[in-house]
């Protein structure tokens, strides 16, 4: 089963649209002291460094899914009645006999 922090992490990943970015985190000096890891902090946009991947899905689709993600976050969907979940949509493939 998909959990929802999954699908949200593919949801905003840019990976899928094209462009993956390298070069996003850096280690913070003298935060390892009595940690077992290092601590990263996010670098700035501009220090990122694009690398074009094959693109999975279009960026009107990616757009469409942030404009709905946005738009659950504020709370502009209540009331509306929720699609099939991920749980229901495998249960109905698998009665089908789909793997």
């Known amino acids: 089963m998909w ?3 999954t699908i949200s ?3 905003r990943d840019r990976t899928y649209i094209g462009t993956l970015y ?3 985190t850096e280690i913070v000096q003298g935060s390892g002291v009595g940690r077992k890891s290092p601590l990263s902090r996010r670098r700035p946009e501009s220090e ?3 690398i074009p991947v094959p693109a999975i899905v279009t960026e009107a689709v ?5 404009q709905v993600s946005r738009d659950t976050r504020s709370g502009a969907l209540d009331g509306l009645s929720p699609g099939p979940t991920c749980s ?3 249960s109905s493939a698998a009665a089908a006999g789909a793997p």
């Open 3 to 5: 959990r929802y922090t």
């Open 22 to 24: 390298y070069n996003r």
């Open 62 to 66: 990616f757009d469409a899914a942030q």
């Open 9 to 11: 992490r593919i949801l």
């Open 48 to 50: 990122w460094i694009a």
């Open 88 to 90: 229901a949509a495998s």
